[in-house]
């Protein structure tokens, strides 16, 4: 017999008729299509036997666990105005706090960065950008650096405080532009430039004085050496742009975690000694805009593009809690249903609930019936019932108990964490959309930025 025929039981020449048929079973679309069919179901019932095992551990809710502590009273939030920060002439893209909570570097596409007094409301610095188009920024902990990022795919580290114990310098006396008069004198100058990313940088933190860590575009993340001016580490999972990036307190886990979101809609968690995540957490269908660690480091929240929040838990790898504005505004719609003499106690204190968060609803969106549909199909930014309704930054108190969110078309509200209510709101006196919310270290001031070119600094 023939050495083929024993091999395989099929005469060559019956082999050679097959090949062509084989090659057009795997170039049709048809069996393509069947083939990619079969993998998205087998994904998806892997993935829904994923979820079934993670809710075996999820024995309670935040909310169901707190259902004996006190509850904080509806529209107590009610924060006062210390200082309004002028001098930018365009819309803030970030602000951060120093780690003593005594100055405020914010980023605005009029192309500077200013280092503020927040006590006194003076500049103490400006920092001219070779690149107007900023989105984001960071202070290191000592204060001698700052970064920006934006569009042109750039990290630029700067250095403002002279070193004069190694490198002595002539310190400046005045900016060369009067539109940012100098409380006192400054220095800066281009500590590096970093540019590996192929796309627009949406976030830098500093990690420690030496170290920062950008997110991209170009759907990774990377981690950057300042000393020696080059890259350390690329971070590749996402499958979509990285819009946001923050870094874990510096007392926890000695600054070696860090977490992104996506608009692919995860989240992952990051430790700086690997290239993979540690773990990943599929949030929403829609953008992941921001990320918040909680002051103890055991959570974090996240706000996506469906305008909710999501309280994930890193030891129990589930979801903690769900903050649903839609909801919030369905039942000040249905409060609003009340009589205009209710009869019941219970009644009075709806229908006062209902209007003293009238903030809530901007004029231009009032409170509907298609408002008020069910969250589930707000699943998807696509399908939203709630245009515009995306979480754009968040923040805890000092505690934890207060989360601070900003909506597009809201303003800034305030979320007991705990009990899962809204309890006041924040920002009415700005004059455009609220972009960025940051709570001081020490927990007794709060800012927010607005595209109206100001920032507000609030005491707690």
């Given amino acids: 017999m023939h050495p083929e025929i024993q091999k395989s039981g099929i005469p060559p020449f019956q082999r050679k008729l097959q090949q062509p048929l084989e090659l057009q079973e795997q170039t049709d679309p048809g069996s393509l299509v069947k083939q990619i069919d079969a993998a998205k179901e087998k994904a998806r019932l892997l993935y829904d036997e994923i979820i079934s095992v993670k809710k075996r551990t999820q024995d309670t809710t935040l909310q169901r666990s707190s259902v004996n502590v006190a509850t904080i009273p509806r529209d107590s939030c009610k924060l006062r105005l210390y200082n309004t920060l002028r001098g930018h002439q365009n819309k803030i893209a970030k602000l951060c706090w120093n780690a003593d909570s005594s100055k405020i570097l914010s980023a605005s596409q009029d192309g500077y960065m200013i280092l503020w007094d927040t006590i006194t409301g003076f500049k103490k610095q400006a920092i001219q950008l ?10 290191s902990p000592n204060e001698k650096l700052v970064a920006s990022a934006g569009l042109d795919n750039n990290c630029t580290i700067y250095k403002i405080k002279p070193d004069t114990t190694n490198n002595p310098v002539q310190v400046q006396q005045q900016f060369r532009s009067n539109a940012f008069p100098m409380q ?25 004085n030496n170290s920062i860590v950008t997110g991209s575009g170009d759907m990774t993340c990377m981690l950057w050496d300042i000393t020696k001016g080059s890259k350390s580490r690329d971070f590749i999972d996402h499958v979509g742009d990285v819009l946001c990036l923050t870094v874990f307190p510096t007392n926890i886990l000695s600054d070696n975690l860090f977490i992104s979101g996506s608009s692919d809609g995860y989240a992952k968690v990051w430790d700086l000694r690997s290239p993979t995540p540690a773990q990943s957490f599929s949030i929403s269908n829609s953008d992941v805009n921001c990320v918040k660690v909680f002051p103890d480091g055991n959570a974090f929240a996240v706000g996506s593009d469906d305008g909710q929040i999501r309280l994930i838990d890193l030891r129990s790898d589930c979801e903690l809690a769900h903050y649903s504005l839609n909801s919030e505004l369905r039942n000040m719609h249905e409060n609003a249903a009340i009589q205009r003499s209710p009869t ?117």
């Fill in 344 to 460: 019941t106690p219970q009644d009075r204190r709806a229908y006062a609930l209902g209007n003293s968060f009238s903030m809530l609803t901007p004029s231009s969106a009032p409170v509907n019936a298609s408002l008020a549909s069910s969250d589930r199909l707000s699943i998807s930014s696509r399908n939203s019932t709630l245009e515009n309704s995306g979480v754009f930054s968040l923040d805890f108190g000092k505690s934890g108990r207060l989360l601070y969110s900003c909506y597009s078309d809201h303003g800034c509200v305030v979320w007991d964490t705990l009990k899962n209510e809204i309890i006041g709101t924040l920002g009415s006196e700005h004059l455009n959309k609220i972009s960025r919310v940051a709570v001081s270290p020490d927990g007794v001031a709060l800012a927010t930025g607005s595209w109206d070119s100001t920032i507000k600094v609030w005491s707690v």
């Fill in 184 to 208: 006192t004198g400054f220095f800066q100058s281009v500590q590096s430039i970093f540019k590996s990313h192929a796309a627009y940088i949406s976030e830098c933190e500093f990690i420690g």
């Fill in 130 to 139: 070779d690149n107007p188009w900023v989105l984001t920024c960071s202070i």
